[in-house]
């Protein structure tokens, strides 16, 4: 789960569910507060998030992937285009 709004502000939160667990684990925020982003599982349990809709910044072309490795997040150089509600 990354991101979303309580109410008007959009959050830099972070959740992944480990399978072998059963349980959601908190992830450190995110860098850029977003909502209606996409994200993806990458392998070694790296997740990427991109998109969406900032505060009063309008649409997002950033990306950032978690490392679970270094427990932080890194922005990554952003995409071409702007999108918001996109699907993987």
Known sequence: VLGGL???RPLRS???F???TGAWEELPAMHRPRYAC???A???GRVLAFGGELTDAGL???LERY???AGAWE???AVRAPSCGAAV
Do not use: I
């Open 6 to 8: 309580d109410g008007s």
């Open 14 to 16: 972070a959740e992944r």
């Open 18 to 20: 480990d399978p072998r």
């Open 38 to 40: 996409a994200g993806a």
């Open 42 to 44: 990458q392998p070694l």
């Open 60 to 62: 997002a072309a950033s």
């Open 67 to 69: 490392d679970p490795e």
């Open 75 to 77: 922005l990554l150089p």
